[in-house]
């Protein structure tokens, strides 16, 4: 069974800092391409950003230069370090981790930990 169990979320003010990590159990981190999205009150789910299994990484453009995706392979974990803060940037940040498989795509989403920049 795979899970996906994000921390780090929290209230900061504009122009602060905030990591957020995912620890994924199960044998699918390895496989898998990492990511992180975000959903605002009233919005749709979007992308924020992915790495693959060779640390290949992919932004929203709303977030390039100011976040950064990693993972450690050996930890099972991704992370997201995001600077500079804005209000807009307030949403519920979900991992997910995806991989395709002969027949299939397999798709895993954490439980959201919640983003509030106010000040």
């Known amino acids: 069974q795979v899970q996906l169990v994000e921390s780090g979320g929290g209230l900061v003010q504009p122009g602060g800092s905030l990591r957020l990590s995912c620890a994924a159990s199960g044998s699918i981190f390895s496989t898998s391409v990492m990511g992180w999205y975000r959903q605002a009150p009233g919005k749709q789910r979007e992308l924020v950003a992915t790495v693959t299994r060779s640390r290949s990484t992919n932004y929203a453009d709303s977030v390039k230069g100011r976040f950064t995706i990693s993972r450690d392979n050996a930890k099972n974990t991704v992370y997201l370090q995001m600077n500079s803060l804005k209000p807009e940037d307030t949403a519920v940040y979900y991992c997910?981790?995806?991989?395709?498989?002969?027949?299939?795509?397999?798709?895993?989403w954490g439980q959201g930990t919640r983003v509030t920049v106010s000040s």
């Open positions: 997910n981790a995806n991989r395709v498989i002969p027949g299939a795509l397999e798709n895993y």
